[in-house]
């Protein structure tokens, strides 16, 4: 149904990080995709190996995914379409 890719991985803000930001790329099967990202505090990560600290940017995240997923799985592709613009453009 789709695809979820690690996008983004380091701490975050930068001068004073307060956790990990974690940012996926999800795309799916008709193309569409999106990006979505969460952090997971320092206090959370502490211990966490990478993937640990992945998973718990994932779990955060993952309604949020499954809503713009379902919201994006019934449209057309648009993403390598054709694109013939009308004379009013």
């Known amino acids: 149904m789709y695809k979820l890719?690690?996008?983004r991985?380091?701490?975050y803000p930068k001068d004073e990080p307060t956790g990990y930001v974690?940012?996926?790329?999800?795309e799916l099967d008709n193309?569409?995709?999106f990006y979505v990202d969460g952090v997971v505090d320092?206090?959370?990560?502490?211990g966490k190996s990478d993937e640990e600290i992945v998973s718990a940017a994932y779990k955060k995240l993952k309604g949020q995914i499954q809503s713009l997923v379902a919201a994006l799985?019934?449209?057309s592709p648009i993403l390598g379409k054709e694109f013939t613009p009308s004379d009013e453009e």
């Open 5 to 7: 890719t690690i996008a």
């Open 73 to 75: 799985v019934d449209k």
């Open 22 to 26: 974690v940012g996926f790329n999800v």
């Open 9 to 11: 991985f380091e701490l």
């Open 31 to 33: 193309g569409r995709s």
């Open 42 to 46: 320092l206090d959370e990560a502490n």
